[in-house]
């Protein structure tokens, strides 16, 4: 540690260190839920993560927690001991907390239900039925806010950060994007598109950031995003299926309706993700400099 309570290492050092060690934190938190499943349900979690079912989301929750322990412990490490500062600091301010909640909320919903609306308008995407559980319902809130807490706060609470210290924050958020969507090229019928929309998607999530060092706006807009695009609209959450309330079949070429990857994988997410960047750099950029 520091005399002066500095960083022991440079800002891009510690993003590079720390991306090998998130894919540790992952394995463990994945093997330790493997151990567990394998012992009280009989099941490998390789079989267990390809048919993931209405049955065993209980089970899928607690991998999200293993994976979201592992992570935080990971995060937790990294700031206390190289980059000399609190958790909490990784953006969880007090500052403008309700505003950029609702704001990230609203976010999420305003896209998917756009692409959604679009292609159903256009005779792409045909409604076969509604299927509303409140308990489906319950646990998708769980996982979906598990999964967007481990992003954000690796993603945009330490690596974003890190790359701020070193570098302009228009190229931190650049390069921070990139490797965000570098980790989604393993998810099953990844496409091009996708992987462009999914870098425009992290560009969006951490546009407030990069002026704020806040992480409610990206930790809300994530959990919208993947909560209304999968248990409520009933898409692909990249590439991964989801039994959604809205039950559809979706048909046109792939580029339009981004095929077995979801609504990511569509062309038509590209202009309003585009739009939403441009619109929320003026929202952000103009609340900091009152």
Partial sequence: MTENGQALLPGWMRAILFLPAFLIAYFIGTFFFAFVLSLFHGTQAGDFMKNIHEENLSWFILYNMFIFVSVLGCVWLFQYLVTQKPLKET?????????????????????????????????????????????????????????????????????????????????????????????????????????????????????????????????????????????????????????????????GPDWLTGGAFGAEGSLLLTPFLFLLILALRKVFRGEILK
Avoid at 92 to 110: E, N, R, S, W
Avoid at 210 to 238: C, D, V
């Fill in 91 to 251: 953006g969880f301010v007090k500052q403008f907390i309700g505003k950029h909640f609702g704001l990230g909320i609203l976010a999420g919903l305003a896209v998917n239900a756009a692409i959604f609306l679009v292609l159903w308008s256009a005779g792409y995407l045909v409604i076969k039925n509604i299927n509303f559980r409140f308990d489906l319902l319950f646990f998708s809130v769980i996982i979906t806010m598990l999964v967007s807490l481990i992003e954000e706060i690796s993603m945009r609470g330490y690596l974003l950060a890190s790359l701020m210290d070193s570098m302009n924050k228009y190229l931190a958020l650049a390069v921070s994007s990139i490797v965000f969507a570098i980790f989604h090229l393993f998810n099953p019928n990844m496409s091009m598109i996708g992987f462009t929309n999914i870098f425009l998607a992290g560009c969006l999530m951490g546009i407030g950031y990069i002026y704020n060092r806040s992480l409610w706006f990206p930790i809300a807009l994530h959990f919208s995003w993947n909560f209304f695009q999968g248990p409520l609209f009933g898409f692909e959450i990249s590439g991964l299926s989801y039994r959604g309330i809205l039950q559809h079949d979706v048909s």
